[in-house]
């Protein structure tokens, strides 16, 4: 048997991507039918599918999860880590996609700030761009898609 350098690099991918848990529950307090997910944490969008359309209150096994109102990951948003016995009112029964990731949004402010600070350095035709290229890169950094 062969194996050659893409199988290596796949197989070193698929061995490296973090898995993340969650279990919605029809009730508060955990109680009711449940649902379990599954999924790789990142930047993924992921939909619910009618899954979330009970969904009360949600355990979080090991990521910070953000859950979302719309389906695609738009809309109206939850960051959540560990165990929930009640989901936000603007979420009961309205789950309708998630991500495995959330944004530190303060690392992210900070960052942006000090792309401002340096970019002021290329001068006015050059900072739209320098700031562009920066601010995203603090967004991805951060994981504020």
């Not at 695609?72 to 948003?77: A, E, L, N, V, W």
């Not at 761009?129 to 991805?140: E, K, Y």
Request: with cysteine; aromatic share 8%.
């Amino acid at each position: 048997m062969q194996i050659n350098i893409l199988q290596i690099a796949l197989f070193a991918t698929m061995a490296s991507a973090q898995q993340a848990k969650f279990i919605l529950y029809e009730h508060s307090n955990f109680g009711g039918s449940s649902h379990t997910e599954t999924r790789n944490t990142g930047s993924d969008c992921w939909n619910m599918n009618g899954k979330g359309d009970q969904a009360s209150s949600v355990r979080n096994y090991g990521t910070c999860t953000t859950f979302f109102r719309e389906r695609d990951c738009k809309g109206s948003s939850w960051q959540q880590i560990g165990d929930a016995s009640t989901v936000p009112s603007f979420l009961n029964d309205h789950i309708w996609s998630f991500r495995n990731q959330c944004c530190d949004s303060d690392r992210r402010a900070k960052c942006n700030l000090a792309c401002g600070t340096s970019c002021a350095a290329a001068g006015p035709q050059g900072i739209e761009a320098c700031l562009s290229g920066c601010i995203g890169g603090c967004t991805r950094a951060y994981s504020c898609v």
